[in-house]
């Protein structure tokens, strides 16, 4: 089947099979490795991509399902040098040890300070309960969490990324301060 | 928390790491990253039989499928593949299987490989397995331990004529350092026996394994997502026969390990083989229900344990008898790990009379090899069991039984009964910063107001008053207990002709922050800035020589080397300043990277001599232009980090629900390179420990299959499992190396999963339980709490058993 993609600001166009699951797609076709794969029951999250601005786990999505779709992978956070300033406060909080799950762990990040802005601690755990990190123990990935959602501006991060009210209402917290 | 450095001096600081700009953008290289022209793929076909007669295997169909390059059967490769390592014969009469990379004739656990088919695409060669035939005539199962070495029991290795692999006594009579056990246990005023349950786990590190092996060079070269690149290269050229000089191996960006990639892996010698054969790269990654399934497992034993003690509390006497399951094979250090527990029962304690005695057996399951801590772990589980089991029979506070027993800060260095000498400690200084932090007091206070008024969540206090042995190791102690190699670690420096500086190590990280801490190391000691250094590892090119990452070694070790070759640097520095100077050698000063005349004002900055030394115009006489320099460590001592935590835990009396509350941890690994990595460090152990405690286990059914063989199963936490840590630390130095560190990549999976055990057994304990088996599934805590006075197996054991058994909402409402 043909598909078209955006993914990273970047269309592409490609045949590709039925059973081909978007992360096989990303990593294998389009050499997008930074997003990598760590279980086959999505159960981890480290694969964890925005589809159309939200977050889902690229190995329970076929790539066929992304057709006319945008995707955003942690390779396309970073504009013109400046990093996401989620990517600054995992960078910042020493969020991350072997630094396998931190894609989707930012990724993840990313979507639910969308919906939260300023997430108690609890809620920072509960909404990256569908990503596993084995290093870390978690307390700094919840403290860059916070961090990130102190330091982020309306309009923080690049464009697909940004909520904008008419899609989420007053659920846009990344637009509440 | 963090210690404030001297201004200038990197070592101390909390740097942000050298590694992270790459992996929080996904710059990264994993294993699996890697395509090259003309790339093959390889699939494994595992066994679903745990123990079976391989009686046929017709791959013709496979063959015939698309895309299909190879499929190989054990007879295929039955003359060329060896056997795979094991670097530990801990006796001399120790029985060994043969372990066939893939099987010929027989498997022995499920998850065994049996067949390879390699092909275009990874998708075309995972179609292909389908295209096998296997027939299998089964065999009985061996599962249990005890039962494994019962009389006519089936057996694993019938050749061997035996399931007992080996046993390995330590006894303090024998040894001359301290007295006969039985005799003290028969004089004992007081006597707990206990058996305790080291549950099988599962290392599941993040990033699966992967493979790459590229044959078109001169040296066949290997990626491999591995803790243990140099000890890779080595063993390929052993088992294989290939000359070790024609193989290189690569560890490249690594995801986790925690002594999961500790290993000579069937995969990498089958690749290996695979890729020789056709002549191409061939990639070779493992699913993640691969992974859990047949990379190796860690703990697993059965521990007896009997303390004898006078009526005041003081410990006269300790027995430590084991089963230690090794799964189906003898991996590259299986046997060894818990015997490295016989230096560790004995803990911080001094106990008069010891003996340790463990069995090694064989049963159909996977192999077991190291896992985090690594037989310490196992071994503080149980002392620090049988300190709380003690001071209830006592009716004692148990950190007053603990004190009571422990080296106290004025009597190091202590040579222990088990032979260790620890040279630094102040177990009173961790213990004081623990209470405070905890409110030990308090909670003690709240604990009985809730015993009083039958409270449905009762409280429970746990302590963890733990020490280990890292840094493995000497190597005159490495080979006293029979291992395949030394200890050392292996260091270098060059020196570039601008000033910038490449530091290559044995050392072989994945994930802890090597890059940074060795820049701060070396930033210090050259006086060049940290920005300035660049940390080579993980390639047996560029860093050729090595014994790579586990045992909490890199720091006291691998850390050593490099600062041993900076000296070495700076020594071939020093003529060559002088004689830019025209000075003597012996009138100068080296400090903040600059060269100086005693008394005077004139100096010279080591970059400025590695220029000249490029140059080489004018050197000194016999001075060879360069100031490269390596150096190999080995250590005299291993380092003896140690702390105390204490777990508040809320057991639901109703439920079985446990609720971690309040967890202190305050660790003294000696002097801190860099305090924010350490603290992460900690973290993560912690994580590990009481996830053993709380949640997960590797549940075998009874034909051997793996019943937590997918992540949904086996229960890795999540963070809305866990609550936050208050960690601190004391600092007392360690004597034996330079900068007075302690290892710190272990503490925190060994201490905290006896407090987290003695928490909830404490909460309890006056509804008539003593022990509850791990995982304390909200299950097995009801069951103990109904059943009380006996461990309770059975219910909750079922995969998935430990779900929910820490709901940070609470079990408290």
Redesign the interface.
């Known amino acids: 089947m043909r598909i078209t993609v955006t993914v990273d600001g970047t269309t592409y166009s490609d045949e590709v099979e039925p059973r081909t699951l978007l992360v096989q797609y990303l990593r294998e076709r389009l050499g997008k490795v930074g997003t990598v794969v760590g279980c086959d029951t999505s159960n981890c999250g480290a694969c964890t991509v925005h589809l159309d601005g939200h977050s889902v786990k690229s190995c329970s999505v076929l790539a066929v399902q992304a057709d006319g779709c945008e995707v955003t992978t942690i390779e396309g956070l970073a504009r013109d040098g400046q990093l996401h300033p989620v990517q600054r406060a995992f960078h910042d909080n020493h969020a991350l040890q072997c630094g396998f799950c931190t894609p989707g762990m930012i990724m993840q990040a990313i979507d639910l300070l969308a919906e939260d802005s300023d997430p108690e601690e609890q809620a920072v755990r509960e909404g990256i309960e569908g990503n596993l990190c084995r290093c870390t123990g978690y307390q700094n990935i919840v403290r860059a969490v916070r961090d990130a959602a102190h330091e982020m501006r309306p309009g923080a991060g690049p464009e697909a990324e940004r909520v904008s009210e008419a899609t989420m209402g007053t659920q846009a917290g990344v637009h509440r301060s | 928390m963090t210690t404030a450095a001297e201004p200038g001096q990197e070592v101390g600081k909390g740097r ?2 050298k ?3 790459r ?6 290289r ?1 294993t ?2 890697i ?1 090259l022209p003309g790339m093959l793929h390889m699939a494994v076909l595992r066994s679903p039989m745990a123990h079976a007669r391989i009686t046929n295997i017709d791959p013709s169909e496979a063959r015939q499928m698309p895309g299909v390059l190879a499929v190989v059967t054990g007879a295929d490769l039955a003359d060329k593949q060896g056997s795979l390592p094991c670097a530990w014969p801990i006796a001399e009469d120790m029985k060994s299987p043969d372990a066939p990379s893939m099987a010929v004739n027989q498997v022995n656990f499920a998850g065994e490989v049996v067949a390879a088919v390699v092909a275009r695409s ?2 075309e060669a995972a179609d292909a397995l389908e295209g096998i035939d296997v027939d299998y005539d089964e065999l009985p199962v061996v599962l249990d331990l005890e039962q494994a070495i019962a009389d006519g029991a089936d057996l694993v290795h019938p050749d061997l004529g035996t399931n007992k692999s080996a046993t390995w006594i330590f006894d303090s009579a024998e040894a001359g350092t301290g007295g006969p056990v039985d005799e003290a246990i028969a004089s004992a005023e007081v006597t707990v026996e206990r058996t305790f349950r080291q549950q099988r786990l599962i290392p ?5 394994r992967s493979v790459v092996v590229d044959p078109t060079g001169e040296q066949v070269t290997m990626w491999s997502a591995t803790q243990i690149p140099h000890i890779l290269r080595l063993m390929l050229a052993m088992t294989l026969g290939v000359p070790e000089h024609k193989v290189r191996v690569i560890a490249p ?4 390990g ?1 002594g999961g990639k500790l290993q000579v892996t069937p995969e990498e010698v089958i690749t290996f083989l695979l890729a020789q054969q056709l002549g191409r790269p061939v990639k070779y990654t493992e ?3 691969e992974s859990l399934a047949s990379a190796h497992h860690g703990r697993d034993q059965l521990q007896k344990l009997t303390i004898a003690a006078r009526r005041d509390g003081t410990v006269t006497g300790l027995k430590v008898e084991l089963l230690a399951d090794m799964g189906a094979y003898l991996r590259l250090v299986t046997p060894g790990v818990p015997i490295l527990g016989a230096f560790m029962y004995n803990a911080i304690y001094k106990i008069p009379a010891y003996h340790f005695a463990c069995t090694n057996v064989f049963t159909t399951k996977t192999p077991t090899d190291a896992y985090r801590g690594a037989g310490r772990p196992e071994a503080t589980f149980a002392i620090e069991r049988m300190m709380d089991e003690l001071a209830n029979e006592l009716g004692m506070d148990p950190l007053d039984v603990r004190e009571m027993n422990w080296i106290k800060h004025e009597e190091f260095p202590y040579t222990t009964v088990s032979t260790l000498t620890y040279d630094s400690g102040n177990y009173e200084a961790a213990t004081a910063r623990a209470k405070e932090l905890f409110d030990y007091d308090g909670l003690r206070r709240e604990q009985a107001e809730r015993r009083q008024r039958g409270d449905t969540v009762q409280l429970g206090i746990g302590i963890s008053t733990f020490t280990e042995m890292c840094g493995l190791a000497p190597s005159r102690v490495l080979g006293s207990l029979s291992y395949g190699a030394g200890g050392w670690e292996y260091g270098a420096i060059r020196m570039l002709p601008t000033g910038k500086v490449e530091v290559i190590t044995g050392s072989s990280a ?4 090597h890059e940074t801490a060795w820049s701060q190391i070396v930033a210090d000691k050259l006086g060049v800035p940290f920005e300035d250094i660049e940390v080579l590892h993980g390639d047996t090119q560029s860093s050729p020589r090595g014994m790579d990452t586990y045992g909490s070694r890199s720091l006291t070790v691998g850390a050593m080397a490099v600062l041993s070759a900076a000296d070495k640097v700076i020594e071939k520095a020093k003529p060559i300043a002088a004689h830019m100077m025209e000075c003597s050698p012996d009138d100068l000063e080296f400090a903040n990277g600059t060269f100086t005349v005693r008394g005077t004002d004139t100096s010279t900055g080591i970059a400025d001599v590695a220029l000249a030394v490029f140059a080489a115009h004018d050197l000194p006489d016999g001075v060879e232009p360069s100031l490269d320099s390596d150096a190999t460590f080995d250590p005299e001592n291993f380092s003896f980090p140690h702390g105390t935590h204490l777990c508040a835990a809320e057991a639901d009396t109703e439920t079985g629900q446990v609720r971690l509350r309040a967890y202190v941890a305050v660790d003294d690994v000696g002097k801190v390179v860099n305090p ?2 350490v ?10 420990g009481i996830a053993q405690a709380l949640f997960e286990e590797a549940v075998y059914d009874e034909s051997g299959t793996l019943m937590t063989g ?3 199963d086996y229960l ?1 936490p ?3 499992d ?1 609550p ?2 208050t960690t601190d630390r004391t600092e007392t130095p360690s004597t034996t190396n330079a900068l007075g560190v302690k290892g710190v990549g272990e503490a ?1 999976t060994i201490a905290s999963t006896p407090a987290v055990v003695n928490a909830i057994v404490d909460a309890i304990r006056h509804m008539g339980v003593n022990d509850v088996e791990m995982p304390c599934t909200p299950m097995r805590v009801w069951q103990a709490i109904q059943g009380g006075a006996q461990s309770a197996a059975g219910p909750g054991a079922e995969p998935g058993g430990g779900m929910g058994s820490l709901d ?1 909402e609470g079990g408290a409402r």
């Open positions: 942000l790491r590694e992270d700009a992996l929080i953008t996904g710059r990264t994993w699996d990253n395509s990874a998708a599941a590190f993040m990033e699966p960006d690594v995801g986790g925690f699913t993640r229900s994945h994930g802890q922050g924010l990595i603290e992460g460090q900690v973290h993560g152990g912690l994580v590990q997918t992540l949904a890795v999540s963070a809305a866990m936050s840590f925190g940070a």
